[in-house]
């Protein structure tokens, strides 16, 4: 509320009026009348009397045009040291005043005393804008009065404005070595250039010495306010905070007071008084900066009540109040942007904050996680790296790692952020959200064991029953991928106690009861998971696979479709390639089954799902390897052969693909090549053994009986229930044993073995006789097994004569050169000792 008006005093100043004006005095005696008025600091009198002399004052004597020039300039300094120390939004007005008086200083006649002192300095004052002109009118009065006052005061404020802060300094310490009671002001404003220079103690020295002087300088407590809060200490936050009061019990409308206390209310998390605030902060703001200083206090508030229309909205008209050189907008503005999902905008933002604040930690931060949302993974892990090693740093460069699949990488920075945390926080255990991100990236990195240990160590913790969720099924599908089903299973179970519609559960059992061949209870599995989620893409994925494995394919397409019929699957690549091999399978099918029409159906369906993969992502290998085998199914192995050998580099499905056409086109070479290949090659759709089978195919094709036959059995090892593995290691056997028994170099033991290894031939073949799809071959085998095992013993019998015979043969021969050698040496001895005898004599 206003202040009350004395009744008293208005009725003083209305008599001093009437005599004024009835005695028709001149200017100067209402000038001297205002001034004793000012002395006593009642100031609206003052302008109520000079203005009144203006209006009222005669005007016909001698110097007139001096008194009025003297009124003019009056209440032009009055209005200009008004508008200094005025805060408000009321500036504005105190300023036309001041344009207005000076206006109608330039209008009157040119006189001697335009070159008045007083005169000059408010015409700098007045332009301090324009630092040229202001600066000739305070070297003017310099040149009248050398130490003056408000001279040096004005010429330090251009240099200040201007950045020169050292000059600046200069000018305050002289007119305060020549007028030690300067105003208080005087030495705010060498606290502000020491501030700037960065010399912190003796900016704080003489803050506090203006502030003895006047305690009520809001300026001084401002600038001790800031200090002490940007020690970011728990005491000195406290005293800065004490200021900040302080100031505002002085004058409760100061905008700069009013900003610093948005500040403290926003991290006091108390945003209904900060929205009150800085509302008032913006109706008082005297500069574009206060203003978008309070627009962006008020958007802070509206950002963490959620009201992200409202923030976006602040925080855009702070950037345009103040351009491109006010940092904080542009980062609130990124964070909406983000959250929207508009990162390109949210990007350009970021990039003005760094360009204004370089190194600013939360911008750099917020910058490389932009470049991982935009797949700029190394300029992500580039950037994260220039933060400051801390916590947040560590554990965004972990993410960045991951997103890039550098498992060993990001399983350091995640140590490391461990280890800082350890560091610092020495009573607080490791966050559990870490030990199990940890542990997961040590089971991407294939460190199962100490994933196991890591999982183990965040359980000991004290835990929420979600996190106690997660941490559990983790360690379950460690337990998992070590082949410890039974532990995993146990777990699993114990999960779906607490937690029974916990479908992800459902789907490792039924998984792990897929790799163990138990299908009914991994098709129950399956079924539990769609019963609580009818729309889950995993479950029916899970029984796609399983109904290609049982060669239902109709079912296996059904699954797929009904996926597909999600609008954010209908692009999705995986589904497409997924669908496509489903029709390649089933295309296989139908030629097999002589259902040529449906087969040429199948194909173009096939052919055109890998084509529109191929337009969603125009780099997808699977989809090329797939139009390859489309390619080869039309009988255009030449041209698949070159799609697939353009991508064996980067696809393993691409070289065993090419491996299978090479066999076709009979280069068995290259075949066998390829094979080898894919034996190394993991994760790849065809089992190991079939791999071996395959390769087998290739070497007996070759003429490479004997690693064929290691082949198979190394397959056999693996996938003893395969028959055609079994087939096929007998079709070997019986070949290796019918070649050894044509073969004339032969020796006993090699027909003894063939004679062997037929008969394990001919039993294998008796055993398959009772397969469907094998029986007739085996039956013919089992014939051919039975012939030759009829000549063997013959053969065998004549090579065991012709061995004896050759053995004796041999012996008679070793003894007939024992007994030539026998009779050498005594003859030799002889004609020896004859020698001896005759040399004697």
């Known amino acids: 509320m206003a202040e009350k008006p004395d009744e008293n005093k208005v009725n003083r100043m209305m008599e001093l009026l009437q005599t004024l004006i009835s005695k028709r005095v001149s200017l100067h005696e209402w000038t001297v009348r205002a001034l004793r008025c000012y002395h006593n600091a009642e100031y609206d009198e003052f302008v109520h009397l000079l203005k009144s002399a203006i209006k009222y004052g005669p005007s016909s004597y001698a110097s007139y045009q001096a008194d009025l020039l003297k009124v003019h300039t009056l209440l032009a300094a009055h209005y200009i040291r008004m508008t200094q120390q005025e805060p408000t939004s009321a500036r504005a007005q105190l300023a036309q005043q001041v344009k207005h008086h000076m206006h109608a200083i330039d209008s009157l006649p040119a006189s001697a005393e335009s070159k008045e002192r007083r005169l000059l300095l408010c015409r700098g004052f007045a332009l301090l804008h324009q630092p040229q002109l202001a600066d000739q009118y305070f070297r003017s009065v310099l040149q009248q009065q050398p130490y003056c006052l408000g001279a040096l005061i004005g010429l330090a404020c251009l240099a200040y404005n201007q950045a020169e802060y050292r000059v600046a300094l200069g000018y305050l310490k002289t007119l305060l070595l020549r007028y030690p009671d300067a105003p208080a002001h005087v030495r705010v404003g060498i606290a502000n250039c020491l501030l700037q220079l960065g010399e912190l103690e003796r900016a704080r020295k003489f803050f506090t010495l203006a502030k003895q002087q006047s305690p009520h300088c809001i300026d001084a407590l401002l600038g001790e306010a800031q200090l002490s809060l940007n020690k970011c200490e728990r005491p000195s936050v406290i005293m800065g905070i004490s200021y ?19 500040t403290y209310f926003y991290y006091r998390r108390d945003y209904n008084n900060l929205l009150v605030a800085a509302g008032n902060a913006f109706v008082n703001a005297n500069t574009p900066q206060l203003r978008a200083q309070s627009c962006y206090q008020i958007a802070r508030s509206y950002h963490a009540f959620r009201n992200f229309d409202r923030a976006f909205n602040f925080y855009g008209h702070a950037v345009r109040m103040r351009a491109k050189n006010y940092a904080p907008p542009h980062l609130g503005l990124a964070q909406i942007y983000i959250r929207r999902q508009q990162l390109q905008q949210a990007y350009q933002e970021l990039r003005i904050v760094l360009q204004l604040l370089p190194q600013h930690r939360f911008s750099m931060l917020l910058l490389s996680t932009l470049y991982g949302e935009l797949g700029q993974l190394q300029l992500s892990v580039q950037t994260f790296q220039q933060c400051q090693e801390d916590i947040a740093s560590c554990l965004g460069l972990a993410v960045s790692y991951e997103r890039a699949r550098l498992f060993p990488q990001a399983i350091s920075a995640q140590q490391s952020a461990i280890n800082v945390w350890s560091k610092k926080q020495t009573a607080q255990p490791v966050p559990s959200e870490w030990l199990n991100n940890l542990g997961a990236l040590q089971f991407h990195n294939s460190e199962l064991q100490a994933a196991l240990q890591t999982f183990c160590n965040a359980l000991l913790q004290p835990q929420g029953k979600l996190n106690a969720l997660t941490l559990i099924y983790n360690k379950a599908r460690v337990l998992e991928e070590q082949h410890l089903h039974q532990q995993a299973e146990l777990l699993y179970l114990q999960l779906l106690k607490n937690f029974p519609n916990y479908y992800s559960i459902h789907l490792r059992l039924g998984a792990m009861a897929y790799k163990c061949k138990q299908f009914k209870r991994a098709l129950h599995c399956f079924q539990t998971v769609l019963q609580l ?27 797929y479709n009904v996926s597909m019929c999600r609008a954010e699957l209908k692009s999705d690549c995986y589904m497409l390639i997924a669908v496509g091999n489903v029709c390649l399978l089933k295309l296989q099918k139908s030629l097999a089954d002589g259902q040529v029409i449906l087969a040429e159906q199948v194909l173009q369906q096939a052919l055109m799902l890998y084509k529109k993969a191929l337009q969603h992502n125009g780099s997808n290998l699977w989809a090329v390897n797939g139009i390859g085998a489309v390619l080869c199914t039309q009988g255009h192995l030449t041209v698949g052969s070159q799609i697939f050998k353009q991508l064996t580099d980067f696809n393993g499905g691409a070289m065993l693909n090419a491996g299978h056409v090479a066999l076709e086109l009979q280069q068995y070479t290259e075949a066998i090549t390829a094979y080898r290949i894919c034996l190394e090659l993991p994760a790849l759709h065809m089992p190991v053994w079939k791999i071996r089978q395959l390769l087998a195919s290739a070497l007996m094709e070759d003429g490479r009986l004997e690693e064929a036959k290691q082949e198979l059995l190394k397959a056999r090892h693996v996938a003893p229930q395969d028959d055609k593995v079994l087939l096929q290691l007998a079709l070997i056997i019986k070949q290796l044993a019918s070649d050894s028994f044509k ?31 094998h029986r007739h071959t085996a039956h013919r085998q089992a014939k051919k097994c039975a012939k030759l095992l009829e000549h063997a013993p013959e053969k065998l019998q004549l090579l065991k004569q012709r061995t004896e015979i050759a053995v004796q043969e041999n012996k008679e021969k070793k003894k007939h050169k024992k007994h030539k050698k026998r009779k050498t040496k005594n003859e030799d001895e002889a004609a020896t000792a004859v020698k001896i005898k005759k040399h004697k004599y």
């Open 533 to 559: 989620d009818k729309n889950n893409v995993l479950a029916r994925q899970f029984l796609a696979h399983y109904y290609v494995q049982l060669g239902d394919i109709s079912q296996a397409l059904f699954q």
């Open 743 to 773: 073969a004339e170099s032969a020796d006993f033991e090699q027909l003894s073995r063939a004679e062997r290894e037929l008969s394990i031939a001919r039993s294998i073949f008796l055993h398959l006789e009772t397969n469907l799809e």
């Open 244 to 262: 900040v009061c302080a100031a505002y019990a002085i004058n409760h409308r100061h905008p700069h007071v009013l900003s610093w206390l948005c």
